[in-house]
């Protein structure tokens, strides 16, 4: 059974089970007829991002593929099939794969080739909920002992959020979002609880990654991240937590538009479909 969809002027078409391969074929934009006559005054637009690499491409089909559930934990990410389908060299093909790895939505072992990692919807959203639990914990144990220090390193990285939203550059934006985050751990004084946040690194990164792309708007992410930053420096336990539960609830929003492929359709669960 064919499934379609749209990635950047790009028809991806799957074919088969879940967890098959996906082919891309090139579609042309309409033309827009109109002649001077009929030309209205337009409003003030923004100004266009740039457009995304064929590399950048291919890692966002794979990527709503891996969270989707459409491409199954433990698949093998083989670069000549997808080149193949994707009517593509190897080269863009692996650039793709890096930038899964780096997110945390690949794993490469030795003579074993590239992977996908352990993931599917009741991980994501336990992984979302254990967080969102560690952190407002973590939270509570920082606001009593928080230093000048802390507040400057938090600072820092905020101000890296504001600069690389207004760049364009989310691999620097997730880079230092999830330094924010392991900075309330690693400052909060509870080596345990570091820990086990860290211990959900991958499943971390991955989400922030594909999160912070649905969100559209890096900005008002980082704004989020400085709520949560004026919270601390107010010292009030309670602004803390307001602003935190309210990162939150929005990363909750976004997981839900990313498991649904932002359609309001749910995928199905792979853990109902397998045998």
Do not use: Y
């Not at 002027?9 to 009929?38: C, F, Q, W």
């Not at 999830?178 to 080596?191: E, V, Y």
């Amino acid at each position: 059974m064919w499934e379609m969809s749209t990635v950047n002027n790009l028809v991806v078409a799957e074919d088969g089970p879940p967890g098959g391969m996906m082919t891309v074929r090139s579609i042309a934009r309409p033309k827009v007829r109109g002649g001077s006559r009929h030309r209205a005054s337009l409003p003030q637009l923004p100004i266009p991002t740039p457009l995304r690499t064929l590399p950048e491409q291919i890692a966002d089909s794979l990527r709503q593929a891996i969270l989707q559930g459409r491409l199954r934990s433990g698949a093998h990410l083989v670069e000549t099939r997808i080149a193949e389908q994707m009517r593509t060299s190897r080269g863009p093909v692996r650039d793709a794969l890096l930038l899964l790895e780096r997110d945390g939505l690949a794993v490469k072992r030795p003579n074993r080739g590239t992977r996908v990692p352990d993931f599917n919807e009741r991980a994501l959203r336990e992984a979302a909920t254990l967080r969102a639990a560690l952190e407002e914990f973590a939270i509570g144990l920082l606001v009593p002992r928080l230093t000048a220090e802390a507040i400057e390193r938090l600072e820092t990285l905020v101000l890296r959020m504001e600069t690389a939203a207004r760049r364009r550059a989310p691999r620097d934006f997730n880079e230092a979002d999830f330094q924010f985050h392991d900075a309330i751990l690693q400052t909060c004084g509870h080596r345990t609880l570091h820990e086990v946040w860290r211990g959900m690194q991958r499943r971390i990164r991955a989400f922030l990654a594909s999160s912070n792309r649905v969100s559209g708007d890096l900005g008002t992410v980082a704004e989020r991240h400085r709520t949560i930053l004026r919270g601390l420096g107010s010292r009030r336990l309670a602004s803390a937590r307001q602003a935190l539960r309210a990162h939150f609830a929005r990363l909750q929003e976004e997981l839900d538009l990313l498991l649904t492929g932002q359609t309001g359709r749910p995928v199905d669960n792979p853990e109902r479909t397998q045998s």
